[in-house]
């Protein structure tokens, strides 16, 4: 896997998140350490708004250090990163404090994603309703015109 795959993937993972509540500035660079897909890049939370961008991000809270697949680990959720900061599979350098914000960003994405689910099973559910009612409607008025 290259750095641009990775970034792609990682970029897809946190922006399905919806951060609209968070209402404080916070800025994350993430430094992967491989020989293929090694790289920066960062997310910034301003002003509601999730960005996520390949770059290094200077006036960061946070940085963290990782292989790529803890960070894939964090991004879908499978991977807690408190968890792998005790197991010292990330590290993590400045304000600690905004940088367990990193666990709600991620908790928001599968709230979101578990909400986007709901929403696509009700209105499959709906759908199948509508199809099964208008099929009848045909059935009935095709056996009418047979009599």
Do not use: W
């Not at 919806?18 to 994350?28: K, P």
């Not at 293929?36 to 999730?50: I, P, S, T």
């Not at 404090?97 to 599968?110: G, Q, S, W």
């Not at 709230?111 to 099964?132: C, G, N």
């Amino acid at each position: 896997m290259t750095y641009a795959d990775l970034f792609y993937e990682i970029k897809g993972k946190f922006m399905g998140a919806d951060v609209s509540d968070i209402h404080e500035h916070l800025a994350f660079q993430f430094n992967i350490e491989d020989e293929e897909a090694g790289g920066a890049f960062y997310v910034e939370v301003k002003e509601g708004v999730l960005y996520v961008e390949p770059y290094e991000y200077y006036d960061r809270d946070a940085m963290f250090i990782c292989a790529p697949d803890v960070l894939l680990g964090i991004a879908d959720g499978t991977i807690d990163p408190v968890a792998a900061f005790t197991e010292q599979k990330l590290r993590v350098e400045g304000n600690i404090e905004k940088a367990l914000r990193l666990k709600e960003i991620i908790e928001m994405k599968k709230k979101a994603a578990e909400e986007r689910s709901i929403a696509k099973k009700a209105a499959d559910k709906v759908v199948d309703t509508v199809v099964k009612t208008v099929a009848k409607k045909v059935v009935e008025k095709e056996n009418k015109k047979s009599k």
